[in-house]
């Protein structure tokens, strides 16, 4: 079972940024599909961004605001956020897997390893 630790998260103006990163108890950055989920109050946890052997994948509503990143020797997963929304605001968890097609890599059901979430406020 792999552990992940969410940092990052904080409160910011709309329009501004974050830098939320992920760190993994083993080095899985390169052999697990890995990803970002954000769940808000009274909503679904959805699929912000995913990275799986360098091929990224966002969800509609972040495409062209937010990029994520790996970091092999750091065992990280990172999320670069910009020109940030209210909409945008949630708790933001890390993910990681095995063996995941890339048309399920922004679905919640496909990941097993979870982080304890990382909370984004923007105002």
């Known amino acids: 079972h792999v552990q992940l630790v969410e940092s990052g998260g904080g409160s910011v103006q709309a329009g501004g940024s974050l830098r939320l990163s992920c760190t993994a108890s083993e080095n899985v950055v390169r052999t697990y599909c890995m990803a970002w989920f954000r769940q808000a109050p009274g909503k679904k946890r959805e699929g912000v961004a995913a990275i799986d052997s360098e091929t990224a994948t966002y969800t509609a509503s972040v495409n062209g605001r937010f990029t994520v990143s790996q970091d092999n020797a750091k065992r990280t997963l990172n999320l670069q956020m910009n020109s940030l929304k209210p909409d945008d605001a949630a708790m933001y968890y890390c993910?990681?897997?095995?063996?995941?097609?890339?048309?399920?890599?922004?679905?919640?059901?496909?990941?097993?390893?979870w982080g304890q979430g990382t909370q984004v406020t923007v105002s």
């Open positions: 993910a990681a897997d095995r063996g995941i097609a890339p048309v399920h890599a922004l679905q919640a059901w496909a990941y097993d390893n």
